[in-house]
C-alpha cells in the first residue's frame, strides 16, 4: 500500500475529520457505532502526524479507552485537510 493511501474506507477519514471539527469527543465505540469503522486510532495518528491537528487524547475507565478530541482554542484555518475531507475546509459538510 502506498504512503499516500489510507488504511481505512474515506468515508471513515471524512466522518473523524467532521466529528472533531464539530467539537465532538469521539471514541472507538462511537465510530463503530455510527460508519461502523475500525481505524479510529489510527486515523487520528496519521491526523496528528502528518497532518498536525492538535488532537488530544484522554483515557478513561478501567479498560483505558481512548477519546479523542481538538485542543481548545485551535486554529482552523491553519489545518491542512486530508483528500477525502478537504470540503471540511470550507466549513462545507459534503
Known sequence: MSRNQWYSNQSQVFWTC??????RTISHKTE??????WRL????????????WPILTEYRGP????????????DRA????????RSLNDGEAA
Open 78 to 85: 491553519a489545518l491542512r485537510f486530508p483528500r477525502s475531507a
Open 32 to 37: 463503530i457505532r455510527e460508519v461502523r469503522g
Open 63 to 74: 479498560e483505558n479507552v481512548a477519546y479523542y478530541s481538538m485542543k481548545p482554542g485551535f
Open 18 to 23: 467532521k466529528a472533531l471539527l464539530d467539537g
Open 41 to 52: 486510532g489510527a486515523i487520528v495518528h496519521r491526523l496528528k502526524s502528518e497532518y498536525g
